[in-house]
């Protein structure tokens, strides 16, 4: 689509004055030039106010204090579009806008209100197609705006030759995070069909999460309730309201309790039948319990012992194989001596009189590669010793639950029989335990809700498995690859024309630090910020953003504004000292000049052989001796700021 630059336009505070208009070219690299403190940078945040910055960035005194509106007029596929926005004065920013949308627009003398900020961002999101779903569910609320995009279209003072930051505002942590989770949207990568899946994917997750949470409580309610089952129904059995007798702990058989304990909360205290049998029963079971404690507890001493005892083998086997390496490198000077060794040589460590010198060398030799051997043996711990391990593991967690379990029983039971002897058997007592079985019969079918749950997250978890195969996360990252190999072989065919060091190594955009990687001739890996000289940071600026410019209008899906500014990328082979008209032209040397030519030239080869609308702006110290009289150039001199002349009128400054 088109969206570029007709012209920007300022409206004086004072009366009588008509309205300052900058005018731009479009498919040309319109250039304003001048000295300093003439207004050349003040020129991107006049623009960004008008596309709805958060903050008024406009310099203050004289520029703010002259001018009660700042408006650009956008020429868009047959209609243009003007935006404006009041000073905001005291305030950091104001939301008072001015809009007119015709296929012709004459710019108004005066304005006043008739939108505001709000609507203008709406109207823009739908102008440029922007995705109104979330881009990241770990972000938030956070959705791709035309907000984000405006880091690809300026390039500022601070900015333009950076080794640090590559992209506007980018030097803040929250635009730097948000333009990290744009660029595959930005790319093509991902689609807002694709966003609303991971949307979808987000939501699900989290609702699973919480039903396996819920799940969870309820299992651990129900697996504490489940150890107490088993004392009850002997009690139960004790008091003579039922016969049911069960020794499994199946899941099947605990249904089976739980069935019989609905049955005893249905019965009354006359029901109730205390034998001499049923009491003795219940005092033997509490000695088997005891015996079996016993049992387990012995079991569990014992796996407890057995994993101690390998531990100690392990750490044993450890330090032994530090020895063997010490001796190891305490023997290894024997190999040195026998390598320099000949048939007809003496060691100079034995006398000439010394016999069988190379014997000795070879023994010690030999008693390397042995120790060597043994080091190389014990390098990994033998699979049989891993599952030895793992078997005493599991033994050591079986025998601490079912121990855990029987303690469980065997206090509940005694509790019971810790009652006061006269009132154990009391219908009192028997009509106590009545109302406690009822309550507890109660409380596990308000919670057993599990099975309903599980096939819930079954559900949803069968959902996010398929939204996860329509998203394709490979496809995506298939995308993200092309993508920044289109951008390598771009930014290589510009920095051949740019003032860079070693316009021949490859060049790749990294994502997720935003900066700039380059392969040397050795192959190692240098970022931006590593790479010297500020002519090498400009040149890699200027190559990216042109590539990525390229991309948005030939491949990209998503709509960006096709132009381009640049705040004097020139400053980098400037001395730092000010700028007067008669000292512009001997402040550059002559390789100084030509590597500033270099930029203006390939800034118009590339708008020339483009192929698609693009329209670039740059704000310059350099004069026309620098950037102008070259052939087929696409030059167009918007202003030229010496003297008296200046953003800002001088009549309009009181």
């Known amino acids: ?17 008509s309205p300052r208009v900058l005018s731009f070219k479009m498919q040309s690299v319109n250039i304003i030039t001048g000295a300093s403190r003439t207004g050349k940078s003040a020129l991107i945040p006049i623009i960004d106010y008008c ?28 209609e243009q579009l003007l935006l404006c926005r009041r000073e905001p004065g005291d305030q950091a920013s104001t939301k008072d806008m001015f809009i007119l949308r015709d296929k012709e627009i004459t710019i108004p003398k005066t304005l006043s209100k008739n939108t505001n900020l709000d609507s203008i961002k709406d109207m823009l999101n739908e102008l440029l197609g922007m995705s109104f779903l979330a881009l990241d569910p770990d972000a938030g609320v956070f959705r791709p705006s035309y907000r984000d995009f405006m880091a690809f279209l300026f390039q500022p003072q601070n900015i333009v030759a950076n080794a640090d930051v590559l992209f506007y505002k980018a030097d803040t942590m929250e635009h730097r995070k948000k333009l990290i989770d744009v660029f595959p949207y930005a790319l093509g990568a991902v689609t807002p069909e694709t966003l609303a899946k991971r949307k979808e994917i987000d939501r699900l997750t989290k609702l699973s999460e919480r039903y396996q949470q819920d799940l969870f409580q309820i299992k651990t309610v129900v697996d504490g309730w489940r150890q107490e089952v088993a004392g009850w ?41 205390v034998t001499t049998n049923q009491v ?10 005891r015996k079996e404690e016993q049992e387990i507890s012995r079991e569990l001493f014992s796996a407890g012992k057995r994993r101690t005892e390998m531990l100690q083998l392990t750490k044993s086997m450890a330090e032994y194989e530090i020895s063997l390496k010490i001796q190891l490198d305490r023997l290894d000077i024997s190999t040195w001596l026998r390598a320099c060794m000949t048939e007809k040589s003496v060691v100079p460590l034995f006398q000439p009189s010394r016999e069988n010198a190379v014997e000795e060398l070879n023994a010690l030799c030999d008693a390397i590669k042995q120790i060597e051997q043994t080091t190389h043996g014990m390098d990994s ?25 029987i303690q469980k029983r065997i206090r509940a039971e005694t509790q019971d029989l810790a009652v006061p002897r006269e009132e154990s058997y009391t219908l009192e007592s028997i009509s106590r335990f009545l109302g406690r079985i009822e309550t507890a019969i109660a409380t596990y079918e308000r919670i057993d809700t599990g099975s309903e749950l599980q096939n819930k997250i079954d559900e949803l978890n069968a959902r996010i498995a398929q939204l996860k195969r329509d998203v394709n996360e490979n496809e995506i990252n298939r995308k993200l690859e092309f993508a920044l190999k289109y951008l390598s072989t771009e930014m290589g065919k510009i920095l051949s024309q740019l003032d860079v060091e070693h316009p021949e190594d490859p060049v790749e955009f990294v994502i997720k630090d935003l900066t700039v990687r380059v392969k040397n001739l050795s192959g190692r890996d240098d970022y931006l910020w590593e790479i010297g000289s500020a002519s090498n940071w400009l040149s890699y600026h200027i190559s990216l953003i042109l590539a990525l410019q390229h991309f948005f209008q030939t491949t990209s899906s998503v709509n960006v504004p096709n132009f381009l500014i640049f705040d004097q990328p020139s400053q980098v082979y400037f001395p730092g000292s000010r700028y007067s008209p008669d000292e512009d032209k001997q402040l550059l040397s002559d390789d100084d000049k030509n590597a500033v030519r270099k930029i203006f030239e390939a800034l118009s080869t590339y708008v020339r052989n483009a192929g698609f609308g693009i329209q670039i702006i740059v704000t310059e110290h350099a004069d026309d001796d620098v950037w102008g009289n070259f052939a087929e150039s696409r030059i167009h001199l918007v202003a030229r700021w010496r003297g008296n002349e200046k953003l800002v009128p001088l009549e309009w400054i009181k």
């Not at 007709?6 to 004055?17: E, Q, T």
């Open 381 to 405: 711990m033998p699979a049989a010793f891993e599952r030895e391990m793992q078997i005493v593991q599991e033994q050591i967690q079986e025998k601490s639950e079912k121990l855990d379990a």
């Open 1 to 17: 689509m088109k969206f570029t630059i007709n012209s920007v336009i300022l409206w004086s505070k004072r009366d009588g004055f």
């Open 280 to 289: 003795t029963v219940r005092s033997e079971e509490i000695v088997e319990l």
């Open 51 to 78: 596309l709805g910055s958060d903050k008024c960035a406009i310099p203050v005194d004289i520029i703010r204090n002259a001018c009660s509106w700042f408006g650009v007029l956008f020429d868009l596929d047959g």
């Open 233 to 273: 129904l002997t009690q139960a059995h004790e008091y003579g309201l039922t016969a049911f007798q069960s020794n499994s702990t199946d899941d099947f058989d605990f249904e089976r309790q739980v069935d019989e304990l609905r049955a005893i909360a249905k019965k009354r205290v006359t029901d109730a039948s």
